[in-house]
C-alpha cells in the first residue's frame, strides 16, 4: 500500500560524490514539496525561518513561525508548515552518520536536546546575537559545501558541530528556564492559597496577594488561571463566598455583622456580591441551608 504522506530522502550524490550534509534555502525547497507541504523526511532537519510568518508544524505540535524561529525534526516525523506565508530561510540537514561515524557514537544525534524522544517541544526563538552567529555558521558551511573536494570533511564537521552544541545550549536553557518557572509557580500558588486561607476576610484585592508574594498581579493571575482555569480575583470571591456561607449556615450573626465581619464596603454591597455567586440572598440562603 503507498504511502499517503510524501517521504523525502537525503540527494548524497547533489555535490558529485557522497556528502551526507546541506543547507538549503527554504524558497528552493518549497518547489519540490507536494501541494498539500505535509511530508516526512528520512533525515534531520534545522529549520531557520528568517522571512514571514506561518504555521509549522511537527508532529501534531503547531507553532507560530516568526523570522528568528528554528525548527528541529528527527526522521519519520511528520510535518507542515505553511508555504505560502513563510516566505524564506534555510534548512540544515544531514543524516546522523556525518557525525556518528566520526565520533564512534551511533547515538551522538539522538542524545541532542532537540532530537530526544521525550523532548518538549520542537521548537526554539533564538536571541539575536545567536541568530547572527547561526546565520553566519550556516553561510559557512554552504561555502564549504560549495569548495567541497572529496574526503575533506573535516571543517564542515567542525561547523556543524558548532551549530549544533550551541543550539543544545540554547535549548537546554529554555527548557530550565520552563521548569523554573513551573516549580516557580507552584511554589506561588501554594502560597497564594495559604494567604487568602488566612486574609480572605480582611483583603479581597489580588493586589493584596501580589504584593505579599513580591510579584506583579498580572503573573499572579496569569499561574492561578494556568493552574486553576480561573482569575485569581475569581479564586478570592469564592473563597469569601464559601465563608460567607459558612457564617451563614453555622451562625446567628446578623446579614449586617457578617457584611462587616467580610469588610464589604456596605451590606447592600454584600447581598449584591452573594445573589451573583449564588442566585440566592443571603437570608434565602440561610433559611435553606441552616440545620
Known amino acids: 500500500m503507498k504511502n499517503s504522506i510524501p517521504r523525502y530522502t537525503f540527494y548524497k550524490n547533489k555535490y558529485g560524490s557522497e556528502l551526507l550534509i546541506d543547507v538549503v534555502e527554504l524558497k528552493y525547497v518549497k518547489r519540490f514539496l507536494a501541494e498539500s507541504a505535509v511530508h516526512t523526511l528520512t533525515y534531520y532537519d534545522i529549520t531557520f525561518v528568517t522571512e514571514g510568518e506561518g504555521s509549522f508544524s511537527i508532529d501534531n505540535r503547531t507553532y507560530q513561525a516568526v523570522p528568528g524561529d528554528v525548527f528541529f525534526s528527527k526522521p519519520g516525523e511528520v510535518r507542515n508548515w505553511d508555504t505560502g506565508r513563510i516566505v524564506n530561510g534555510y534548512a540544515l540537514i544531514f543524516?546522523?552518520?556525518?557525525?556518528?561515524?566520526?565520533?564512534?557514537?551511533?547515538?551522538?544525534?539522538?542524545h541532542l536536546s532537540f532530537f530526544k524522544m521525550e523532548k518538549t517541544a520542537s521548537?526554539?526563538?533564538?536571541?539575536?546575537?545567536?541568530?547572527?552567529?547561526?546565520?553566519?555558521?550556516?553561510?559557512?558551511?554552504k561555502v564549504e559545501i560549495d569548495q567541497y573536494r572529496q574526503d575533506d570533511v573535516h571543517v564542515l564537521r567542525a561547523y556543524l558541530y558548532e551549530a549544533l552544541m550551541l543550539l543544545n545550549r540554547a535549548y537546554q536553557n529554555l527548557i530550565s528556564m520552563e521548569e523554573g518557572n513551573k516549580e516557580a509557580g507552584g511554589t506561588h500558588i501554594s502560597k497564594f492559597i495559604e494567604l487568602v486561607g488566612a486574609d480572605m476576610r480582611e483583603h479581597h484585592s489580588v493586589r493584596h496577594y501580589a504584593d505579599k508574594l513580591c510579584i506583579t498581579s498580572n503573573y499572579l493571575n496569569e499561574i492561578v488561571n494556568s493552574a486553576m482555569g480561573m482569575s485569581a480575583k475569581q479564586y478570592i470571591q469564592n473563597k469569601v463566598m464559601e465563608e460567607a456561607k459558612r457564617l451563614l449556615a453555622y451562625?446567628?450573626?446578623?446579614?449586617?455583622?457578617?457584611?462587616?465581619?467580610?469588610?464589604?464596603?456596605?451590606?447592600?454591597?454584600?447581598?449584591?456580591?452573594?445573589?451573583?455567586c449564588t442566585g440566592e440572598t443571603p437570608l434565602v440562603y440561610r433559611s435553606m441551608h441552616k440545620p
Do not use: W
Request: proline share 5%.
Open 95 to 110: 543524516e546522523d552518520d556525518f557525525l556518528s561515524s566520526f565520533f564512534k557514537d551511533p547515538l551522538f544525534v539522538q
Open 123 to 141: 521548537g526554539l526563538h533564538l536571541p539575536d546575537e545567536l541568530y547572527k552567529r547561526m546565520l553566519q555558521l550556516l553561510h559557512d558551511i
Open 251 to 276: 451562625t446567628d450573626f446578623p446579614v449586617s455583622e457578617i457584611a462587616f465581619e467580610l469588610h464589604f464596603s456596605t451590606v447592600s454591597y454584600f447581598v449584591r456580591c452573594f445573589r451573583q
